[in-house]
């Protein structure tokens, strides 16, 4: 059974960076499709992006000029950048595993909540 | 893009009552359509892919059913534990991109 728990700060500034870290627990992340996924009251949720864990990525054209996804197989972790965050960046962000077809998320972090707020 | 609607917005039944949810897809071209539940605070889980297939653990009251741009959610006899939030969503292969629907509230 994959477990996935995000971490990163819960308060960002606005204009800075916005880092989020999901770390996967699990016996090799060697063949992941892993996804970004956020839930903001006004938007619903919304999908961000997708890492595999060879470092090829997809990200939603919407946010793709801000957004950037990293892993690093060795600590079964996989990272979210979104720079130049503004208020409407506020929401909980929910790292999700890939099913096997790719087109679906079998499993789910809890989610950590990001507040962009001077 | 294709735009996923939920219907009803919100599903008012009692225990054992059957609840049917629908979600419908803007336009053609949706290659894959899955279900979720997510209850407030917990991971969201995956409860049918492929429009019809249970997820692994799924109990059979859930069934999923539809094609093309209309998509149903059924649960035979609702129990204490499945009133949440469900959302569908879909993925189109060009672009490559998932979206969710807005997501049906069932409750007591």
């Known amino acids: 059974q994959v477990q996935l728990q995000e971490s990163g700060p819960g308060l960002v500034k606005p204009s800075e960076t916005l880092s989020l870290v999901c770390s996967v627990s699990y016996d090799s992340i060697s063949t992941f499709f892993l996804s970004w996924i956020r839930q903001t009251p006004g938007k619903g949720l919304e999908w961000i992006g997708y890492i595999h864990s060879s470092g090829n990525t997809n990200y939603n054209p919407s946010l793709k000029s801000r957004v950037a996804m990293s892993v690093d197989t060795s600590k079964k972790q996989f990272s979210l950048m979104l720079n130049s965050v503004t208020a409407a960046d506020t929401a909980t962000y929910f790292c999700?595993?890939?099913?096997?077809?790719?087109?679906?998320?079998?499993?789910w972090g809890q989610g950590t909540l990001v507040t962009v707020s001077s | 893009e294709i735009v996923l609607t939920q219907s009803p917005a919100t599903l008012s039944l009692s225990p054992g009552e059957r609840a049917t949810l629908s979600c419908r897809a803007s336009q053609s071209g949706v290659s894959s359509l899955a279900w979720y539940q997510h209850k407030p605070g917990q991971a969201p889980r995956l409860l049918i892919h492929?429009?019809?297939k249970r997820a692994a653990g799924i109990p059979a009251r859930f069934s999923g059913s539809g094609s093309g741009t209309d998509f149903t959610l059924s649960i035979s006899s609702l129990e204490a534990e499945d009133f949440a939030v469900y959302y569908c969503?879909?993925?189109?292969?060009?672009?490559?991109?998932?979206?969710f629907g807005p997501g049906t509230t069932v409750d007591i």
């Open positions: 492929d429009a019809y």
């Open positions: 969503q879909q993925t189109s292969n060009w672009p490559l991109i998932f979206t």
């Open positions: 999700a595993k890939h099913g096997t077809s790719a087109w679906d998320f079998e499993s």
